[in-house]
């Protein structure tokens, strides 16, 4: 287990806005009774940085920001199991470019969505317990992972229907995985966190020969020699309760946990031993009335920014690579009171979506200034 490193306090930020961009609500949308989760901007494909898609009841909706506050409904697939609840939605593509959707939730089921046709490409069976979080290969569109309550992590190809990899095992987390990420620019690392408290930091390396294998695999793919990544490379507790989302900043790791703030840290791991190391806690962004789990956050493309919802129905929006931590904006409206599950930034930032408990979809747009 990494040790938190000593002597270096970490900065911690204001809850002062500084207002250094004013953000207004330009739309606000009901789409229907029941929770949304998942929220997620398309930034796979530069054709659609303006659409993004929500998860929520047995339903996968996708939009499009127009201009002056406009939200564009573009179509919606509505799964035959009455009973799923979607947490999670991922944009991915096939090899041949086609976009692709990929949703998961209570019933253990992946959804690979084909947005052109709005029919299912492909549907995954594999994880024992529901999902909690899908994100894609932003350098490999078609490798998606998935968090599931069944204690694992899984590798997969939307364009073969592969599972490639199982992260579970002896070193793997003792409680539901609630987070999942890829790293930015290293192909072979992932990180992932969960209710066990910890995150830990996976490498496919060794296993980078199955990976390429799925891409040219004819066979069935359940026959396919899926392996098991039965040990991290590190395991960090920077957290003491759930950790319910975390994203790779370059080599830095931005996770968020039930305790009321989003923590940047640097894991530096010893090569020699595997799963060793120390972690240097650098910043803190405080998020108040976030003490529920499974409220996640987003940063814009070039992680710049990063917001998050809560509880009570509000947004902070920090800027994250400047020290001490900027509090951006502190975003409320009167009529927004319910838990904010997800947010989403748009490529360069301007804009806010965010999906909540009641079923509502929210739209904040930058305010030009004079």
């Known amino acids: 287990m990494a040790k938190i490193s000593l002597g270096c306090e970490p900065v911690v930020g204001s809850l002062t806005p500084s207002k250094k961009r004013e953000y207004r609500v330009t739309n606000r949308l009901q789409e229907g009774k029941r929770p949304i989760y998942a929220v997620v901007f398309n930034f796979i494909d530069s054709r659609y940085f303006n659409v993004f898609a929500t998860a929520g009841g047995n339903r996968v909706t996708v939009y499009q920001c127009l201009e002056g506050g406009v939200i564009a409904v573009l179509q919606s697939y509505i799964d035959e199991d009455k009973d799923e609840s979607f947490y999670t939605v991922s944009w991915a593509c096939?090899?041949?470019?086609?976009?692709?959707?990929?949703?998961?939730?209570?019933?253990?089921?992946?959804?690979?969505?084909?947005?052109?046709?709005?029919?299912i490409y492909k549907s995954f069976v594999?994880?024992?317990?529901?999902?909690?979080?899908?994100k894609t290969q932003p350098l490999k569109p078609s490798l998606v992972v998935s968090a599931?309550?069944?204690?694992?992590?899984?590798?997969?190809?939307?364009?073969?229907?592969?599972?490639?990899?199982?992260?579970?095992?002896?070193?793997g987390h003792r409680n539901e995985v609630l987070s999942v990420d890829f790293h930015?620019?290293?192909?072979?690392?992932?990180?992932?966190?969960?209710?066990?408290?910890?995150?830990?930091?996976?490498?496919?390396?060794?296993?980078?020969?199955y990976v390429e294998k799925s891409f040219t695999?004819?066979?069935?793919?359940?026959?396919?020699?899926?392996?098991?990544?039965?040990?991290?490379?590190?395991?960090?507790s920077v957290h003491t309760n759930y950790v319910d989302c975390n994203r790779w900043i370059g080599d830095f790791?931005?996770?968020?946990?039930?305790?009321?703030?989003?923590?940047?840290?640097?894991?530096?791991?010893?090569?020699?031993?595997?799963?060793?190391?120390?972690?240097?806690i650098l910043q803190k962004y405080p998020v108040p009335e976030c003490d529920i789990w499974f409220i996640k956050f987003s940063c814009d493309f070039h992680y710049k920014a990063a917001a998050i919802g809560n509880r009570e129905g509000k947004i902070y929006v920090w800027e994250i690579q400047s020290s001490p931590p900027v509090l951006i904006s502190r975003l409320s409206h009167v009529q927004s009171k319910s838990a904010i599950r997800q947010t989403a930034m748009s490529f360069d930032g301007s804009t806010i979506l965010c999906c909540c408990e009641d079923g509502t979809?929210?739209?904040?747009?930058?305010?030009?200034?004079s």
Request: charge should be negative; aromatic fraction near 10%.
């Open 361 to 369: 979809i929210w739209r904040w747009d930058v305010v030009a200034s």
């Open 148 to 171: 599931s309550k069944d204690e694992s992590v899984r590798l997969w190809n939307v364009h073969t229907g592969i599972c490639i990899l199982i992260f579970a095992g002896a070193g």
């Open 253 to 280: 790791i931005l996770s968020k946990s039930v305790d009321n703030e989003i923590v940047l840290w640097e894991p530096k791991m010893k090569e020699q031993s595997p799963g060793e190391g120390s972690v240097d």
């Open 126 to 134: 594999g994880h024992g317990d529901s999902i909690n979080e899908i």
């Open 184 to 209: 930015p620019s290293d192909m072979h690392r992932i990180a992932s966190c969960g209710m066990d408290n910890t995150v830990k930091i996976w490498s496919m390396k060794e296993f980078w020969t």
């Open 217 to 236: 695999w004819t066979d069935l793919p359940s026959k396919f020699p899926t392996k098991y990544v039965q040990f991290p490379t590190f395991i960090a």
């Open 94 to 119: 096939n090899i041949d470019g086609t976009p692709l959707l990929v949703a998961g939730g209570l019933n253990g089921v992946i959804r690979v969505i084909d947005a052109g046709s709005e029919k």
